[in-house]
């Protein structure tokens, strides 16, 4: 079976790369529908173009295609499921687990956003519903319709055009309406002074001014490269709201006794923490405000030193124990049995699971004493036990360890916890600090 009988409506056509404006790039199709002309093969296919989305055209197989012969491309499954919009837009509504004003902010910019998308795939939905919607509207035959729809759904005749081409382009569904507004601004050049920034952003950029007393421009080369000498010329570190005042004091303000303001040199604060931070990251502003030693004491970010000292497996183990979020209902009385326990062990050195433990009596010391004997003994009569197939060297964590990590948990008391470890299982506790972590080595 030849390339052209395995093709199927939806699917996507990838050209090969070519270099375009210094770029490499490769042109996307849509398949979406399938006809003969005159005993010709032909596909009906639309180009993946979301700034400048073109009607469908019908391709004779055969022909040449973006200068390129179609036994050259490749042909994909489509999968606008999982596209970049599709992902940023997942991200975007899972952020809203954050706190007060910030995920206001998220829930009505996502809500704007799924609003839209909705309201531009109604109209399309309306127009495609009949099976020779492609076709008639390939040769320009629902003209009429989508001049009323447009004008029903408060849409301009170019912009409904436009929505019509991007719906069957990127796969029919809700989803290929999202925009990608992450990428704003990601490939904008900057400009190189305060003049050729107004020529070539006449019209401003970002949000418009809040006041008219804002004086707010577009920010060009030119303020990076005095931000950055400012760095270095910074005597007495101070919060940024100061540091940009003594900016515009020192760049912007002239030193002739009218004390005139450069606007083209003025930055607002917002304009000066994002250049701040290109040159000076989070870390070492910290660092400035507070010094070395304040720094390193409560801010400075600390490695774990969990697998210091050790050379081999079974150096140092660590247990801990976790509630499982699963209710169970019983067959008896219809009520719910206690959540279930789990307690793992592991191995620090080669992070591997020696041993766990999974309970309806929660954190208790039987538990805890269950998880450790489970890994301490071979494993092979556990997997005979639940009919798990096991071969010798499978799994093979069945040794003592030399030291023990666990926190302090509320099954592990004090009075109690030596005595359990010493009489059971033969490891001597050592000490107990009052820090969180508690170590226990074997006795010998």
């Known amino acids: 079976m030849g390339v052209t009988e395995a093709i199927t409506i939806g699917q996507e056509l990838y050209s090969p790369k070519y270099k375009k404006n210094g770029k490499y790039v490769c042109d996307t199709y849509t398949v979406l529908d399938l006809l003969y002309e005159s005993g010709v093969k032909c596909l009906i296919l639309i180009e993946q173009n979301y700034a400048k989305p073109k009607k469908p055209f019908i391709y004779s197989i055969g022909d040449v295609l973006g200068g390129f012969y179609f036994q050259d491309y490749e042909v994909r499954n489509c999968d606008f499921a999982n596209s970049e919009r599709v992902r940023w837009f997942k991200e975007h509504q899972l952020s809203q687990g954050q706190c007060k004003s910030i ?121 990076e490269i005095n931000v950055s000498h400012f760095i270095k010329r910074i005597k007495r570190q101070s919060s940024l709201s100061i540091l940009c005042d003594e900016f515009n004091q020192r760049f912007a303000v002239s030193e002739q006794v009218d004390r005139e303001i450069d606007y083209s040199k003025l930055l607002t604060l917002s304009q000066f923490r994002r250049l701040y931070y290109k040159f000076v990251t989070k870390a070492e502003h910290r660092k400035r405000i507070f010094g070395a030693k304040e720094f390193n004491n409560s801010y400075a970010t600390r490695t774990s030193t969990s697998r210091s000292g050790l050379s081999c497996v079974s150096e140092r183990y660590e247990i801990d124990s976790t509630t499982i979020d699963a209710y169970v209902v019983s067959e008896f009385n219809f009520k719910a049995v206690p959540r279930l326990t789990l307690y793992f062990v592991i191995d620090v050195f080669s992070s591997c699971i020696v041993g766990f433990y999974l309970t309806h009596l929660g954190q208790s010391e039987e538990s805890f004493r269950m998880a450790l004997f489970n890994s301490f003994v071979e494993k092979s009569a556990l997997c005979k036990k ?14 003592v360890c030399r030291e023990l990590v666990f926190d302090r948990g509320t099954e592990l008391k004090k009075s109690n916890i030596e005595s359990m470890i010493d009489g059971d299982i033969g490891i001597k506790t050592v000490s107990l600090p009052t820090v969180v972590v508690n170590k226990i080595w074997p006795q010998f």
């Open 386 to 399: 639940h009919n798990v197939e096991y071969k010798d060297g499978d799994w093979p964590c069945h040794h």
């Open 103 to 223: 995920q206001l902010k998220k829930k009505l910019s996502y809500e704007k956003v799924l609003s839209k998308a909705n309201h531009k795939y109604k109209f399309s939905k309306l127009l495609f519903q009949r099976p020779d919607g492609i076709p008639l509207y390939l040769n320009g035959l629902l003209h009429s319709e989508i001049k009323t729809l447009s004008a029903e759904f408060g849409f301009h005749l170019s912009s409904a055009y436009r929505i019509l081409n991007i719906y069957l382009a990127f796969g029919k569904c809700r989803d290929s309406f999202i925009p990608l507004y992450k990428n704003i601004g990601k490939f904008r050049s900057i400009a190189k002074n305060a003049i050729e920034a107004k020529k070539k952003f006449s019209k401003g950029l970002g949000r418009p001014p809040m006041s008219h007393n804002e004086k707010r421009r577009v920010v060009n080369q030119q303020d």
